[in-house]
């Protein structure tokens, strides 16, 4: 049995098969919230971001072209609307402490040191410019390429490393300090 | 912080789920912008009966997807479709309750429905969860094989638990049981230990773990039970009965049922002919998987004899073989084929599991043991992407002899449910490893029991007598239960015991002179007719104990069977054989995980004390461990 791929998901999609768009939904539903959720740190605002993706998703499926992955393409539409997102939102330094607020809420009372240090590590992402956050939440996050986070940041790849390797100045910085 | 540890930590933040609401309304309008846009309008029309043919032929092919969308008229439809259901063994993603043109209306609109969606985005890390689940749960099940599984549950794929990316099966705990009505208890033993190490990984973190991660038989029988093994030899085991009182109710008493497996003695065990089908897939490069993974393998590969064999396959990318069958002599080129695997690669697929068999097929010892290993975190792209297929490929193999074992690493995408079905069809066990102590404790402390299995199908069934007992209830096997009548048909599969296992059931009973019946007797029932057939009152008897089991490589199964009554009852908990009380310890706490209702006042402080007492000697701190999960419970919160 040979399973359905994206493309012929997409192409179906696109000649206007509902449930092939619903499937389409259901596969990257997850994938969506989840680097949405990475990217904000607020489930409630990570739902909405989800949906505003697929919606736009919808709208610009007919200028989707086989030549760019759809991997990138998507990845792409979920950056750019956290990133609105992030700017009709006040600022960023609510992300931050929203995302410890919300990790200590899920479980309150006990926080083991590894735990923290992940929290941590968040916080300080979310600290970070916002073109180190994208590269780094792309590249070790999504775990991808440097030269697939370019693509879907739309820069070249040494740009990636360059902003990689700032950010990870950054963030062993802001670590040493705390340790 | 190093790359890794940054990559690590990204990935094994705790993500809460969405809301089920949020995701509803997200495709509600998802789905009303398509329908509005030009895209999803342009071809919604009716179309001819030559596209029916054509529609025909395709679904049968099973070939290119269907392009574009039907709308045929119900009457049309009618007219199809008891030949599309015949001849579409998996085009159901509907309940076969629709009402029948709804379901041709739905399975018409659908594009090729014999294929399951796979997604390349997310095999980067995983499989889409949503995409598992529904090809797993809903999507592509057999509407025409429906009927046939219906009412067996161990067949279906039963609806499952998303924590974070981790999937479990979902199920209730058993039910209490009447005797006037239902008198036999039947279930499938089960070797299992993976929930155990799933819930001490989520204690040591602090959380709570998941409900339905919890297996209570799966924690009862992590623990070795010194029970007695059978002074006959021709017997593999024999079960070790007590009833005593439970300690978290008064009212009730448990019935207590061990059985230990005869230890083979190292030299003269079976040859080995054992394949590791390992993922190296890109989720897998965790500290806690490959790395963990291969030391484990490095570990079981020394404990092996001269004549036992080792083949490596590896999947992700693609499938390759990394070692050919090579003697275990040959201790370096194991190890350093095992050295050199890379965690990498991202698409799924390849021939895994298939050329992982057709390795163990073409080294196979009608003698020895022939076992498949696969080690993974979850990430099932094995080549056979519906879990049914996978699920019916492996019980196949079973059938020629060779064994599936599953090891599952690392957490955030580990799929339980799929793992569980995998093994228990594939007569194997499921063990799940988080630290390297574990992967001492399953492959080598128990490599021999894991890997030698002194009886197969071994089945449970527990008869109980109406005159003094009332009610009763099974702890735990919720997963495993058979029907009566699978009892005695040999062709129905059961769990196994390896060499030196011990294996643990327990029930609670309510006798039927206690205040604490849960059920209320009938007001219409007729005593009398008790008595006219025959049932003697047979004073003293709580119920009957039978076992069936087959001895490794024959076809029927052997029956033991054993009353259980006043004879092996225990007045007070106290008086109790320790290792019973620890068993019980232990199910107290699985239960109290689970906020089973049959727990009352009992606390986490009361399993601490009875597992305190009742440890034993304990050679390797598993019970001191588990002492300490207890502690970690109480101040752990829910997830």
Not at chain 2, 309 to 334: H, N, Q, R
Request: hydrophobic share 40%; net charge positive; proline share 5%.
């Amino acid at each position: 049995m040979e399973p359905i791929d994206d493309m012929e998901l997409i192409d179906l999609a696109k000649s206007g098969n509902s449930r092939a768009m619903e499937d389409l939904f259901e596969t990257y539903y997850m994938t969506v919230y989840r680097l949405a959720y990475k990217w904000c740190g607020i489930k409630e605002d990570a739902e909405d971001i989800a949906q505003e993706v697929f919606i736009k998703l919808v709208k610009k499926l007919n200028t989707f072209s086989q030549k760019s992955s759809f991997k990138t393409w998507l990845y792409r539409i979920v950056i750019n609307t956290a990133k609105d997102f992030a700017r009709q939102r006040a600022t960023k330094w609510a992300y931050e402490s929203a995302f410890i607020h919300q990790q200590r809420s899920t479980n309150p009372g006990h926080i083991e040191k590894d735990r923290l240090i992940t929290i941590r590590l968040f916080a300080d992402i979310h600290k970070l410019p916002e073109k180190q956050k994208e590269a780094i939440l792309l590249v070790f996050g999504e775990g991808l390429s440097h030269k697939e986070a370019a693509q879907i940041i739309g820069c070249a790849e040494t740009t990636v490393s360059w902003r990689i390797h700032q950010a990870r100045k950054k963030l062993k910085k802001s670590h040493e300090l705390e340790i | 912080m190093n790359k890794d540890e940054i990559k690590h930590r990204l990935e094994s933040v705790e993500i809460p789920e969405p809301g089920q609401d949020a995701k509803e309304r997200a495709l509600k309008l998802t789905m009303a912008e398509f329908n509005r846009l030009p895209t999803g309008t342009d071809q919604k029309n009716i179309k001819g009966i030559s596209m029916v043919g054509r529609l025909i032929g395709k679904l049968l092919k099973g070939g290119p997807a269907m392009r574009k969308p039907l709308y045929i008229s119900a009457g049309l439809a009618m007219g199809f479709m008891a030949l599309i259901i015949v001849i579409i063994p998996r085009a159901g993603r509907f309940g076969s309750n629709l009402p029948a043109d709804m379901k041709v209306e739905s399975l018409l609109r659908s594009y090729s429905p014999a294929k399951a969606p796979q997604s390349k985005l997310t095999n980067h890390s995983a499989p889409s969860p949503v995409a598992a689940m529904r090809a797993g749960k809903q999507s592509y099940k057999d509407i025409a094989a429906a009927p046939m599984i219906k009412g067996s549950k161990r067949d279906g794929f039963q609806d499952q638990t998303y924590v974070g990316r981790d999937r479990f099966e979902n199920f209730k705990p058993n039910p209490v049981q009447l005797v006037s009505e239902a008198p036999v208890s039947t279930f499938s033993i089960d070797v299992d230990t993976a929930s155990y190490a799933f819930v001490r990984k989520a204690l040591n973190r602090g959380v709570l773990p998941p409900k339905h991660s919890v297996r209570i038989e799966e924690l009862i029988n992590y623990f070795d039970y010194a029970y007695p093994i059978p002074g006959d030899r021709n017997l593999p085991f024999k079960p070790t009965i007590s009833v005593f009182p439970t300690p978290w109710n008064p009212d009730t008493k448990i019935i207590h049922i061990g059985i230990k497996g005869l230890e083979i003695v190292p030299e003269k065990r079976p040859k080995a002919n054992l394949v590791f089908l390992i993922d190296v897939s890109g989720s897998m490069q965790n500290q806690d998987k490959l790395p963990l993974l291969k030391n484990a393998f490095r570990m079981l590969v020394e404990t092996l004899g001269s004549e036992d064999t080792v083949s490596i396959v590896v999947y992700a990318g693609a499938a390759g073989t990394v070692l050919e069958p090579t003697k275990a002599t040959e201790k370096g080129k194991i190890l350093s084929a095992l050295d050199a695997l890379r965690a990498g690669g991202s698409t799924a697929g390849g021939e895994g599991i298939r050329r992982a068999y057709d390795l163990a097929v073409a080294n196979y010892d009608p003698d020895g043991v022939n076992r498949v290993i696969l080690a993974t975190d979850g990430d099932f792209n094995v080549g056979i992407r519906n879990p049914e297929e996978l699920k019916g490929y492996v019980e196949r193999k079973r059938k020629t002899g060779i064994y599936l074992s599953v090891l599952g690493f690392g957490q955030g995408n580990y799929n339980d449910a799929l793992m569980q079905k995998l093994a228990q069809n594939g007569n194997g066990n499921a063990a799940y490893i988080d630290t390297l102590n574990e992967a001492r404790k399953v492959l080598v402390d128990e490599a021999v029991s894991t890997l030698f299995p002194i009886a197969n199908d071994v089945k449970i069934q527990v008869e109980f007598n109406p005159a003094e007992v009332a009610e009763y209830r099974l702890i735990g096997y919720e997963t495993r239960q058979l029907r009566r009548e699978d009892f005695n048909n040999d062709r129905v599969d059961a769990g196994d015991v390896g060499s030196g296992h011990s294996v643990t059931a327990l029930y609670e009973i309510t006798l039927v002179d206690s205040k604490g019946k849960l059920i209320d007797e009938l007001r219409y029932s007729d005593d009398e007719t008790a008595d006219k057939s025959g049932t003697a009152k047979r004073s003293g008897e709580y119920a009957f104990l039978k076992i069936r089991y087959k001895i490794p490589g024959t076809q029927a199964s052997n029956l033991i069977t054993e009353p259980i009554g006043t004879a092996v009852e225990y007045s007070s908990f106290s008086k109790v054989p320790s290792e019973a009380r620890f068993g019980s310890a232990v199910a107290a706490f699985g239960q109290l995980l689970r906020e089973d209702p049959f727990i009352k006042t009992f606390e986490y402080d009361d399993v601490i004390a009875i597992a305190n007492e009742s440890k034993g000697k304990d050679e390797f701190g598993y019970r001191a461990e588990f002492v300490n999960l207890v502690r970690l419970a109480k101040t752990a919160r829910s997830m």
